[in-house]
């Protein structure tokens, strides 16, 4: 009893298959069977020899004209409506390609994201007897290297020669002063500052994917967004200290700068010698930046070339003290 239910179920599918096909053959088999009727019963029925019926049948040549026409057109039409479907096909195919290119890269930035949480969480610090764990041990060398600063009294400027820096008329003494003061935070930034290589780079590389991977056309705006809100203000701080100091961090003062992230040192605490180095060696006014408008500058140093430290000025201004800057830098390194 099951065998034979089993089968009728499997004829009953075979037949709805076969009425499937047989559908489309029905006009062919409907215009046989006119041809046959037409053969075999309609054509013995007229009047005439088989010479008169030739010449019945040649009175139709002017419609065989038009159907071979309108068979012309159809294959015209049919031609036309395949290169539409081929023109559909490759569309969809390229917005296919498109899209997972688009997966493919959210997915490797929410790696590269938990990948950089990851590092962060496990960062651990030992100091004094006392363990120090994940995004504290940031907050620690950040505090740690402004007290340094302070105490080096290398966080403020006399109101007297920051006045005349703001009207570019420093004096000698003045770029002498000042290049004490910045070498006390390049200093501290290089020596005191607790530098996380494994967390930095992992910052780096997901950066990177993020302005410089997935298809180039695409807008990247909200990616900057979503990462700029898992940035914490203790990061930010961490990140503005290792742009700012370290010469060799030239890709992730870029990076920063292409992603919108340097928005976030506006918010952070900072002296005004740190935005004053910041504006003069990297070419990024802190002051300037909109948070919520995103103006950021065009350009930014990149570290490649000591003779453009700073943008281009004129004779006899604050300039010179750069020079001994650079020595610096050329000693550390």
């Known amino acids: 009893m099951i065998l034979l239910i089993t089968y009728c179920k499997y004829d009953l599918n075979y037949l709805s298959r076969t009425k499937k096909k047989l559908k ?32 019945f049948g040649d009175s139709f040549g002017v419609l065989n004209t038009l159907f071979t026409g309108l068979g012309f057109a159809g294959l015209t039409v049919t031609i036309k409506l395949q290169l539409d479907q081929i023109r559909q096909n490759q569309k969809e195919l390229i917005q296919n390609l498109h899209d997972a290119s688009i997966s493919k890269y959210e997915d490797t930035l929410f790696r590269l994201l938990d990948l950089y949480k990851s590092s962060t969480d496990s960062l651990i610090l030992n100091d004094s007897g006392k363990t120090i764990n994940g995004i504290n041990v940031l907050k620690h060398s950040c505090e740690h290297l402004n007290t340094r600063i302070k105490k080096d009294k290398g966080n403020e400027i006399s109101p007297d020669c920051l006045a005349r820096y703001k009207n570019n008329i420093l004096t000698d003494d003045d770029q002498m002063y000042l290049d004490e003061i910045f070498q006390i935070n390049f200093r501290n930034i290089n020596f005191s500052l607790n530098r996380q290589t494994r967390v930095i780079e992992s910052f780096k590389a997901l950066l990177r994917h993020l302005e410089r991977q997935g298809p180039s056309e695409m807008n990247r705006d909200e990616y900057r967004r979503i ?52 504006k ?34 004129e004779k006899n201004t604050k300039i010179p003290y750069i020079i001994k800057i650079q020595n610096f830098f050329q000693k550390l390194s």
Not at 35 to 48: D, M, Q
Not at 247 to 273: A, G, M, P
Not at 286 to 308: A, C, F, H, Q, V
């Open 227 to 278: 990462i700029s809100s898992q940035i914490t203000y203790i990061e930010a701080t961490y990140f503005f200290f290792i742009s700012l100091g370290i010469k060799s961090e030239s890709e992730l003062r870029e990076l920063l700068l292409s992603s919108t992230l340097c928005t976030k040192f506006y918010t952070i605490k900072k002296t005004k010698v740190q935005k004053i180095i910041y």
């Open 280 to 313: 003069e060696y990297w070419g990024l006014d802190i002051d300037s930046l909109n948070t919520n408008e995103r103006e950021l500058p065009k350009r930014i140093y990149t570290g490649k070339s000591n003779k453009n430290l700073m943008p281009q000025q």
């Open 24 to 55: 489309y053959l029905f006009p062919f088999l409907v215009a046989l069977l006119i041809f046959f009727i037409y053969i075999f019963f309609a054509l013995p029925l007229i009047p005439g020899t088989r010479e008169e019926k030739g010449q």
